[in-house]
């Protein structure tokens, strides 16, 4: 069983930056793609970004685009999301999320594991 906990969430000002952790433990992680999704107060849960763990192929949303970087450690078995350009907009609880194939996806019932999530307040 897949375990992910995330940190590093917190407030930042707007233009400012912040940097997610997601740490992975359980089973050998080289077939998995993992990815980072958020919910905004009031909204449903959205596509952030994505990873495939062995090639390290990625795919963001529109919104995030050219201000978020995904990138993963192998040997610590993390997954990391740096924020920067930072707006109000971000704003919301951030969940990392991995799934038993190793291609990215952007659908959440596409993952098979969820952390807890970690929130992100981005004042103007």
């Known amino acids: 069983q897949v375990q992910l906990v995330e940190s590093g969430g917190g407030l930042a000002q707007a233009g400012g930056s912040l940097r997610l952790s997601c740490a992975a433990s359980?089973?050998?992680?080289?077939?998995?793609?993992m990815g980072w999704f958020r919910r905004a107060p009031g909204k449903e849960r959205e596509f952030v970004a994505a990873?495939?763990?062995?090639?390290?192929?990625?795919e963001y949303s529109d919104s995030v685009k050219d201000r978020f970087t995904i990138s993963r450690d192998n040997a610590r078995k993390t997954m990391y999301l740096q924020m920067n350009s930072l707006k109000p907009e971000d704003t919301a609880n951030y969940y990392c999320?991995?799934?038993?194939?190793?291609?990215?996806?952007?659908?959440?019932?596409?993952?098979?594991?969820w952390g807890q999530g970690t929130q992100v307040t981005v004042s103007s």
């Open positions: 999320a991995a799934r038993r194939n190793i291609i990215v996806a952007r659908q959440e019932w596409q993952y098979d594991y």
């Open positions: 990873i495939n763990w062995r090639t390290g192929t990625v």
């Open positions: 359980g089973p050998a992680f080289s077939n998995n793609a």
